[in-house]
């Protein structure tokens, strides 16, 4: 099988995924992770931005588009599942830049990837309604062009960045549907009357919520009628915790309870594979 055939294979996967009930795509920091959760028979996973960031010693979105670049690569490689892309705001702002940037991607092979309207700017957090919708319709074309069929959704950022207005994300999230998102998602939505509204406005498209913390579950949101879960930065959250609150410990108080929480180097070298 070519490596086309491949990202084919899995998008077509990934897309079928879409069509009925709900799954979990959990969120690695890099291959390894990509593995572990790959073992654990989830369906799909999905890279997340900030772990994989903050596993670079970096910030959340400052990261460059070769690097991430290399990281889908890498992920895509380590597993044989699809793998979704957090591929943050296409790495520019022209639509056409954003076309350019999502053909790489594809190639990567991934199984699909999402475009964010957010700007990083404070004072004006949310790219213009217009635009947004331009750059959404940019990497329909890409996809389209790149033959790969990998499976593009469409972001909707403002309850992230301070801007929590539900009618203009629900315009918003609309517009990217028409504009040839294959399915809709706005981070940092948690009420579940929020939850069905997006829903039904954009049915029959699916919707991802992403969860990060324990104020819901799988079936509660499957019966809001959410195809999709992601966690985001939650299992890099969940780790790099862990890793803090041992290092404190052996720093501080020179113990290492910590360490003998965790599973024996055997048993652990056990999860991946010897080459």
């Known amino acids: 099988m070519t490596g086309a055939d491949r990202i084919a294979e899995r998008a077509s996967a990934f897309r079928e995924l879409h069509r009925a009930g709900c799954f979990v795509m959990p969120n690695p920091w890099d291959a390894g992770s990509a593995h572990l959760l790959a073992s654990l028979n989830f369906r799909a996973i999905a890279t997340s931005s900030a772990g994989f960031a903050w596993s ?23 597993v044989a599942i699809p793998v979704n892309a957090d591929f943050e705001g296409g790495f520019a702002v022209d639509p056409d830049d954003v076309a350019a940037h999502v053909t790489a991607a594809a190639a990567t092979g991934i199984a699909g ?41 469409g972001r909707s950022e403002g309850f992230l960045v301070g801007r929590p207005d539900l009618p203009e994300t629900v315009r918003r999230l609309t517009a990217y549907a028409d504009a040839g998102a294959d399915c809709l998602f706005a981070p940092a939505i948690r009420e579940p009357a929020h939850i069905e509204a997006i829903v039904q406005a954009v049915a029959p498209k699916p919707v991802n919520v992403v969860v990060g913390g324990d104020y819901t579950t799988v079936a509660e949101l499957a019966a809001a009628g959410v195809r999709r879960i992601s966690l985001g930065g939650g299992l890099t959250r969940v780790a790099l915790t862990a890793v803090r609150e041992a290092a404190v410990e052996v720093a501080e108080h020179g113990t290492f309870t910590g360490l003998g929480r965790a599973a024996p180097f055997a048993e652990l070298n056990r999860w991946f594979p010897a080459s």
């Open 113 to 153: 990837l999402s475009i964010e309207d957010s700007t990083g700017d404070p004072a004006r957090p949310l790219f213009d309604f217009d635009l947004s919708v331009a750059r959404i319709r940019a990497a329909r074309r890409a996809i389209d062009a790149s033959g790969t069929g990998i499976v593009l959704t």
């Open 56 to 78: 670079q010693g970096r910030r959340d979105n400052g990261v460059p588009l070769d690097a991430v670049l290399a990281h889908l690569r890498a992920v895509a490689g380590a």
